[in-house]
Each structure stands twice: as structure tokens, then as C-alpha cells.
């Protein structure tokens, strides 16, 4: 009896740590700043696209949104792959108004299931924040496994 | 007897689980904090009255009530990334009541958040409120990187502008020299 208690215990506490984990790993918008305020700060992130059971990846879109208003404006690339002549390999996208909430066009690579990478600049030195929307989908337009890993932050 | 044993150490193991995610998040607490406390912090805005009852002879909007409550709500967020959005959008002229401008421009030079109080600095210096110079020059002395890169982002190339970047060249940070330079750089060449 007091061995089917704590089984029950010890599932919601590990059931809680498990779903803390995936929500930080598997969120698909990315919050990050330039902290050295230097223009040549770069942050990098990869981001896995992988079938979650929603279906085989197809692409990656991404998009940002410039958090601070100043001369200074952040722009993304993201890239995968080098068989670039049928699809694109890498495309960049530049929140050219920092003074809305809106973020800059969208863009696409599809280079299908895998590693991408994506990196984050800024046009001129400033104290930049941002939010990076990323999100994995099937050839079918359907939201399939995404995650973020930061490995780079200036 | 063990049944008893096992259920014993289950709750050990559950009890070290749990003290472990606890120390954690102590853990991460306890180091952003030291890192802020090492510091020798001060804002060089706290004497500040702001003034921005700018003339609305250029014809600016009427307000627009649903975007002055936004304003105000974000403005009032516990959350710094929102009170700065805030501040974002009052970067450009809106149609928002002066006396609200005024109003959030100064609580939010106040603000305990550096980059809060940096886009505050910007916002004053695009609404072009006044003695605005004055406020970029006590700027440039404040103790936080973004609260500078502000003051020398706003500031003009007018005379007393390019003294003020001149004086920024000597700034301990890199990027307030580098983005001062830039400014000067580019003042030059035109």
C-alpha cells in the first residue's frame, strides 16, 4: 500500500521534472541581447528540426523581432547544407523597424530533417534584445519537432 | 520489513531529487546576483524633469485611445522587456496624449532595470523633449553599459554633440568608443 503511494509520488515528481525540461528545450521562440553592445556580436544557435510524429521536416522558417528601439538593427541567418541549387542554403531576414512589436519578413531554408543554424547580428554597435521565432515543418506546412540550443552569446 | 526498507530509501532518493532542483535554482539565483552586486551602480537620471509638452503645431495625431491604454499598460508591466516596448514605440511620434508621454518617460527613467532606463534615454532624445542635451550628458556618466549607449546613440553632431562623443572616445567600455568613433567617423566623411 505504502509502496503504490510513493510509485504514485515518485511519477508525479518525475513527470513534473520532465515536462519543465522539454518546455526550456523544446520552446520554438528564442529570447536573447547583445550584451557587449559590439557591432561585430554575433550569437549563434542550432536549431534541430526532427519528427516529433507530426511528420519528416521539410524546412526551416525563421524570423525576428528587434526588441530596442536605435540605429542599430538586428538581422538573422539561417543556414543548413551545402547542395544549394536546387534550394537555398541560407537566407537572412532584417527587422528594419525596431519601434513596433512586429517582426522582420519570414524566411525559409529547406534543406529538410536535421541541423541548422542560425545566427543573430546587428547592424551597428548598441545594446540590442531580440526574439528569435523559429519553427520546424513537413512539406505539408505542418509544425513538426523543433529545438533551440544556444551556443554562442556576445 | 522490506517493503518498509525500500519504501525508506524511495523517500530518501525523492527527498534528494527535490533538494537538489531546490539548490539549483538557489544556485542561479545567488550568481545573478552577485554579478549585479559587484558593481558600483548609480543612475545619473534620478534628478531629471523630464519635459516633453512639445508644441503640436506640426499637426501631429489626435490620441488614439486604444494605443494610449497599450502604452500605459505595457508601461506598467513587471516584466522589463514589455516596459521597454513600451518605450520602443514611443521612440516615433504616436498618437498619444503629451501628458502620458510625459508621465511614463519619467517613471521610466527611474526605472531599477539599466535597460529600461537606456530606452528611456533614446525615447526622450527622439521626442526632442526638453533640455534633452542635458539629460545624454548625464547619461554618458552613468555607471550602466546600455544607459551610455544610449546617451551617445541619441546624441547629435552639433557642436556640443561632437564634444560629447569626443569625450565617449575615453569611455571605459569598447562598444560606447567603437559606436562613438562610428558616429564621428561618419560626421567627417560627410
Not at chain 1, 140 to 146: A, E, I, L, S
Not at chain 2, 107 to 131: E, F, M, P, T
Amino acid at each position: 500500500m505504502k509502496f503504490s503511494i510513493l510509485k504514485q509520488v515518485a511519477m508525479v515528481v518525475f513527470g513534473g521534472l520532465m515536462m519543465s525540461q522539454a518546455g526550456s528545450v523544446l520552446a520554438d521562440n528564442q529570447g536573447g541581447s547583445f550584451t557587449t553592445g559590439l557591432a561585430a556580436g554575433v550569437d549563434f544557435y542550432q536549431i534541430t528540426c526532427f519528427d516529433d510524429g507530426n511528420g519528416a521536416p521539410s524546412y526551416a522558417e525563421a524570423q525576428v523581432k528587434d526588441m530596442t528601439a536605435n540605429t542599430s538593427k538586428v538581422n538573422i541567418l539561417l543556414y543548413k547544407g551545402t547542395a544549394c541549387t536546387t534550394n537555398k542554403c541560407a537566407q537572412s531576414s532584417l527587422d528594419t523597424t525596431d519601434s513596433d512589436t512586429g517582426y522582420s519578413p519570414l524566411i525559409k531554408v529547406t534543406q529538410g530533417a536535421g541541423t541548422y543554424y542560425l545566427f543573430v547580428k546587428h547592424t551597428a554597435s548598441g545594446t540590442d534584445s531580440y526574439d528569435v521565432s523559429a519553427h520546424c515543418k513537413t512539406s505539408g506546412n505542418v509544425h513538426t519537432g523543433t529545438s533551440f540550443i544556444s551556443r554562442q552569446q556576445q | 520489513m522490506l517493503q518498509f526498507q525500500n519504501a525508506k530509501i524511495g523517500v530518501l532518493i525523492l527527498l534528494m531529487i527535490l533538494s537538489w532542483a531546490i539548490m539549483g535554482i538557489h544556485t542561479a539565483r545567488a550568481d545573478s546576483m552577485s554579478s549585479s552586486e559587484t558593481k558600483l551602480m548609480f543612475n545619473s537620471l534620478e534628478s531629471f524633469q523630464v519635459n516633453c509638452f512639445a508644441d503640436d503645431s506640426d499637426g501631429q495625431r489626435e490620441p488614439d485611445l486604444a494605443f494610449t491604454e497599450e502604452i500605459v499598460k505595457l508601461a506598467a508591466s513587471n516584466n522589463p522587456e514589455q516596459r521597454i516596448s513600451a518605450l520602443s514605440q514611443l521612440a516615433e511620434k504616436s498618437p498619444i496624449d503629451a501628458g502620458v508621454v510625459q508621465k511614463v518617460l519619467q517613471k521610466a527613467i527611474l526605472d531599477k532595470d539599466s535597460n529600461v532606463r537606456g530606452q528611456a534615454v533614446y525615447a526622450i532624445a527622439q521626442q526632442a523633449c526638453a533640455d534633452f542635451p542635458i539629460l545624454l550628458e548625464q547619461a554618458l556618466n552613468d555607471s550602466e553599459l546600455s544607459v551610455r549607449m544610449m546617451a551617445v546613440d541619441s546624441l547629435g553632431v552639433d557642436e556640443k554633440g561632437v564634444s560629447l562623443l569626443e569625450q565617449a572616445l575615453n569611455d571605459d567600455e569598447e562598444a560606447v568608443r567603437e559606436l562613438a568613433a562610428m558616429k564621428l567617423e561618419a560626421h567627417k566623411s560627410h
